[in-house]
């Protein structure tokens, strides 16, 4: 523009190109506005960060079927992410499963579902990608074994499970189920993890969001049947669920694992309208029964080996007729994800542990002082207690497993969590949690916290209780975890029982003063 100054062209030449200049600008913005949305629709954030790593810089583990496969950097980094990528490039890669290089991309990258994402939404999500801040994060080596690791012999899979192309609306049905179709069958990709019967990427196998195992977890069916899926709920239930990861009414349970992660990073940050478009296409679909309850083997619950286990580790909390407490403990009785066809996700929960959500307490990691024929008798008692009927558990080596795989800040078996909210971070850091936290007894928990606590809300005043309980936990992580101090009772029953404690001091302050430190939470009681 100096150039055209220069040559005697006059202002009115300059102002001209100057709003052109704004006006794409603009467009520009607008563009990447709208692919920040649906990559949040994806989540793509999930799978392309790496526990303490930057944002979409890649390396994140995939423990798939067929190996360990690590991400790619999706930033604009030129030697390590996608900055000498055009759009073309990442449209191919996303609508047909084709790399820039020409070479097939593994389905663990769901473009079996976002082969149905249009064409201008695949360029406002790359033009989103284009505007982060580069990273230079070199992509480390997959761990598959031969032959997977032969990507050419991926053309068998892609000639009978893949089809490309565009979602296709349906002309009877209504301008908010096709949305939600488009969302749900595309960017969503929910069958990945609730279809019923998977293999790696196929979005079209029998089984259609029935529910089925992903990565140690069950995924429940999410079709209209009665008892297995979400034909009780309303619909307003099914979109609290998916906004927050809890139901109001009598739809007890709280969202775990994956489901909770993509509750937080993705559905939370959706809009309402697009929320109740997904649960108006899961209506349409067709209603699977994950199991049939009378073919389930007969459980006397009364005289099951798990009924004393669930007393001595459980009902102080969820009470003895699994009701929990309203608000507070959600109840197991009656609870659909406890009664979903596979025992995953209650294994998990029992073995790893909850944080704080939704204004409910966190919940220990009981099972981590715990054998494994214990959480998989108290697993089977409360799923068919109470009224409750669900499969009981037939392979004992399932609770192993999962113990291996369950890594858990809870549970001790995983580094202590990062706070992520920076307001909460800097309240903490602020209130002297750090050395305030150090080498405490339990008996001290009380009044330490009492100290506290007052001073991280009032420098923190709009942060939710949730994550002050969490972050006020996670500060006592760093500060106590490698106390030999706490190593009799366990770590995990000491965090545990200093996190509940935390959650109780915040919704009662008056009352939890005045009441003595007993045995952690999560210690058995005396038979």
């Known amino acids: 523009m100096q150039r055209l100054v220069a040559?005697?062209?006059?202002?009115?030449?300059?102002?001209?190109s100057a709003i052109v200049s704004a006006g794409a600008q603009e467009g520009t913005s607008d563009l990447v506005k709208r692919g920040e949305y649906l990559a949040t629709a994806g989540d793509c954030v999930a799978c392309h960060t790496a526990p303490g790593g930057k944002p979409f810089a890649g390396n994140y583990v995939l423990d798939t079927p067929i190996g360990k496969i690590r991400t790619p950097n999706l930033t604009p980094d030129k030697e390590t992410g996608l900055g000498n990528w055009s759009a073309d490039d990442f449209y191919r890669a996303f609508h047909d499963g084709i790399t820039k290089d020409g070479?097939?991309?593994?389905?663990?990258?769901?473009?079996a579902w976002y082969t149905k994402v249009t064409r201008a939404d695949a360029d406002a999500i790359f033009a989103y990608l284009q505007s982060l801040e580069p990273?230079?994060?070199?992509?480390?080596?997959?761990?598959?074994?031969?032959?997977f690791n032969i990507r050419t012999a991926l053309i068998t899979w892609r000639t009978a499970f893949f089809t490309a192309g565009e979602f296709k609306p349906d002309p009877e049905a209504s301008a908010e189920v096709n949305r939600g179709g488009y969302l749900v069958e595309g960017l969503g990709h929910c069958g990945m993890c609730h279809n019923a019967n998977k293999i790696v990427g196929n979005s079209g196998l029998a089984g259609?969001?029935?529910?089925?195992?992903?990565?140690?977890?069950?995924?429940?069916?999410?079709?209209?049947?009665?008892?297995?899926?979400?034909g009780a709920w309303t619909d307003d239930q099914v979109v609290t669920y998916l906004k927050t990861g809890t139901a109001p009414g009598d739809r007890p349970g709280v969202a775990a694992g994956p489901m909770r992660q993509t509750i937080e990073e993705s559905l939370s940050k959706m809009t309402d309208a697009d929320l109740k478009a997904m649960v108006a296409y899961l209506r349409t679909q067709k209603a699977k029964e994950s199991y049939k309850t009378k073919d389930l083997q007969a459980f006397n619950a009364a005289g099951a080996p798990g009924a004393g286990t669930y007393l001595s580790y459980c009902s102080s909390c969820h009470k003895p007729d699994g009701k929990g407490v309203e608000g507070a403990i959600p109840a197991l009785a009656g609870n659909t994800s406890v009664q979903a066809k596979g025992p995953e996700t209650v294994i998990r929960v029992i073995l790893g542990g909850l944080a704080a959500q939704n204004g409910?307490?966190?919940?220990?990691?009981?099972?981590?002082?715990?054998?494994?024929?214990?959480?998989a008798d108290v697993t089977d008692y409360v799923r068919n207690a109470w009224g409750n009927s669900a499969p009981v558990i037939t392979e004992r080596g399932i609770v192993a497993t999962a113990r291996e795989k369950t890594q858990t800040m809870l549970a001790g078996t995983a580094p202590c969590a990062e706070i992520a909210q920076p307001e909460v971070a800097k309240a903490i850091?602020?209130?002297?949690?750090?050395?305030?936290?150090?080498?405490?007894?339990?008996?001290?928990?009380?009044?330490?916290?009492?100290?506290?606590?007052p001073r991280i809300k009032a420098a923190a005043p709009g942060a939710k209780d949730d994550d002050i309980v969490n972050g006020v936990t996670t500060a006592f992580c760093k500060a106590g975890r490698d106390d030999a101090a706490y190593q009799t009772l366990g770590w995990h029953a000491v965090i545990g029982s200093f996190s509940n404690i935390a959650y109780s001091q915040l919704k009662n302050p008056e009352k939890q003063?005045?009441?003595?430190?007993?045995?952690?939470?999560?210690?058995?009681?005396?038979?």
């Open 208 to 230: 259609k969001l029935g529910g089925g195992v992903i990565d140690g977890w069950y995924a429940p069916n999410i079709t209209p049947d009665d008892h297995t899926g979400i």
């Open 103 to 111: 070479s097939y991309l593994y389905p663990a990258f769901p473009f």
């Open 7 to 16: 040559l005697g062209f006059g202002p009115g030449l300059f102002l001209c």
């Open 135 to 147: 990273v230079h994060e070199v992509r480390k080596p997959s761990e598959i074994p031969f032959p």
């Open 360 to 375: 409910y307490a966190p919940m220990p990691a009981i099972g981590a002082g715990m054998t494994d024929a214990e959480v």
């Open 513 to 527: 003063a005045a009441t003595p430190v007993t045995a952690p939470v999560g210690t058995p009681k005396p038979n």
């Open 429 to 453: 850091d602020e209130s002297g949690a750090a050395e305030a936290l150090k080498g405490i007894a339990p008996a001290e928990f009380i009044p330490r916290l009492d100290a506290l606590l």
